[in-house]
């Protein structure tokens, strides 16, 4: 397979931007709102969590992500600061107001302009002395599919089917995200059916190649920093492996689950996600956005466990300065 780089200028960021922005109709609601399908769909912290294995993977089967994280990123060293940081700011252009959306955009571009090098050896599609770049157009398309794609699969693995309107009115949605980063509307399937397609072409696509440095990268991410958390890994282990693609399971040596293991899971997490409070079921952030998008501050609990997770007290939250 043979795709042509196409590289996205900062003015193709700034027309990007703009693109999304046009779309807004309420700068306090950002890009999405309270009824849309991205706050329903992200909403469901405990849930979207169980995801993080399976995106993770398929974006580290692309071969200039693991590159790019070999050469540019902290994540060897320090793990959880980095994904505090990739959390920091989806979380922020999906429930943030437009200023705080725009600032993450911003930063993760400024971070992205540094990421570039060379392939060190035949990886696919991708020859020994090709060059890489993080504001590729095709590989940034593909680490935003790998979220959207989770997000509804997650969802239907937990909840059931959600309709064709329904997922077709949230990837619409998604291509504002989409568009935050630049990436151009020419490369982004135009209908959900086109981006099912577009996800299993690349799932057996020579784009993606998982050689014995992808292995070791996989394995590091699903090590437990912490011998408590052994089981919540062997757990997300599980519904990875259950999610990915027959080649890209086997690919990275991981074995589908024992089906009754795997309901009998998947039912104790419905139940016991039921009865948590909001800002543990929803996650702060989700809280933060509907308080502000009614004219109220954060909480102090969301506050408190804002600033366990992210480092700071507020993301998403009503300015101090406002009402």
Same mark, same amino acid.
């Not at 900062?10 to 306090?28: C, H, I, P, Q």
């Not at 580290?60 to 994904?83: F, K, M, Y």
């Not at 700011?89 to 993760?108: D, E, F, K, L, P």
């Not at 291509?175 to 151009?184: D, H, Q, S, V, Y």
């Given at each position: 397979?043979?795709?042509?780089?196409?590289?996205?200028?900062? &003015?193709d960021f700034e027309e990007g931007l703009n693109r999304a922005l046009a779309k807004v109709t309420n700068s306090e609601h950002g890009l999405f709102g309270p009824s849309s399908m991205m706050w329903r769909l992200a909403r469901h912290a405990l849930i979207g969590a169980h995801g993080s294995g399976?995106?993770?993977l398929l974006q580290i089967a692309h071969p200039w992500v693991t590159q790019g994280i070999a050469e540019h990123s902290a994540t060897r060293h &320090?793990?959880?600061?980095?994904?505090?940081?990739?959390?920091?700011?989806?979380?922020?252009?999906?429930y943030g107001n437009v200023q705080q959306a725009v600032r993450q955009a911003r930063i993760v571009r400024a971070v992205h302009d540094n990421v570039e090098g060379v392939v060190k050896? &035949?990886?696919?599609m991708f020859a020994k002395g090709s060059r890489y770049q993080a504001n590729e157009a095709h590989a940034m398309l593909w680490v935003h599919a790998t979220l959207w794609d989770t997000s509804v699969v997650m969802h239907e693995l937990f909840y059931g089917p959600l309709s064709s309107y329904e997922k077709e009115k949230f990837y619409e949605e998604t291509k504002l995200f989409a568009f935050m980063f630049g990436i151009p509307e020419g490369v982004i399937p135009p209908t959900w059916q086109d981006f099912v397609e577009y996800n299993r072409m690349m799932w057996d696509s020579d784009q993606l190649f998982v050689n014995a440095e992808t292995r070791d990268l996989a394995k590091f991410l699903f090590d437990p920093l912490h011998p408590i958390l052994s089981p919540a890994m062997a757990w997300l282990k599980m519904i990875t492996a259950e999610t990915l693609s027959d080649r890209l399971r086997s690919d990275f040596a991981l074995e589908k689950p024992n089906p009754t293991v795997l309901k009998a899971g998947i039912g104790m997490v419905r139940s016991a996600q039921i009865i948590l409070p909001p800002v543990i079921r929803f996650g702060p952030s989700y809280v933060e956005?509907?308080?502000?998008?009614?004219?109220?501050?954060?909480?102090?609990?969301?506050r408190k466990i804002t600033k366990t997770l992210f480092g700071k007290e507020e993301?998403?939250?009503?300015?101090?300065q406002q009402k």
């Amino acid at each position: 397979m043979t795709i042509t780089s196409e590289v996205v200028t900062k &003015d193709d960021f700034e027309e990007g931007l703009n693109r999304a922005l046009a779309k807004v109709t309420n700068s306090e609601h950002g890009l999405f709102g309270p009824s849309s399908m991205m706050w329903r769909l992200a909403r469901h912290a405990l849930i979207g969590a169980h995801g993080s294995g399976r995106a993770l993977l398929l974006q580290i089967a692309h071969p200039w992500v693991t590159q790019g994280i070999a050469e540019h990123s902290a994540t060897r060293h &320090d793990p959880l600061g980095r994904a505090v940081r990739t959390f920091t700011a989806v979380i922020s252009i999906v429930y943030g107001n437009v200023q705080q959306a725009v600032r993450q955009a911003r930063i993760v571009r400024a971070v992205h302009d540094n990421v570039e090098g060379v392939v060190k050896t &035949d990886s696919g599609m991708f020859a020994k002395g090709s060059r890489y770049q993080a504001n590729e157009a095709h590989a940034m398309l593909w680490v935003h599919a790998t979220l959207w794609d989770t997000s509804v699969v997650m969802h239907e693995l937990f909840y059931g089917p959600l309709s064709s309107y329904e997922k077709e009115k949230f990837y619409e949605e998604t291509k504002l995200f989409a568009f935050m980063f630049g990436i151009p509307e020419g490369v982004i399937p135009p209908t959900w059916q086109d981006f099912v397609e577009y996800n299993r072409m690349m799932w057996d696509s020579d784009q993606l190649f998982v050689n014995a440095e992808t292995r070791d990268l996989a394995k590091f991410l699903f090590d437990p920093l912490h011998p408590i958390l052994s089981p919540a890994m062997a757990w997300l282990k599980m519904i990875t492996a259950e999610t990915l693609s027959d080649r890209l399971r086997s690919d990275f040596a991981l074995e589908k689950p024992n089906p009754t293991v795997l309901k009998a899971g998947i039912g104790m997490v419905r139940s016991a996600q039921i009865i948590l409070p909001p800002v543990i079921r929803f996650g702060p952030s989700y809280v933060e956005a509907t308080r502000r998008v009614s004219g109220k501050h954060s909480t102090r609990m969301t506050r408190k466990i804002t600033k366990t997770l992210f480092g700071k007290e507020e993301l998403v939250a009503l300015s101090r300065q406002q009402k």
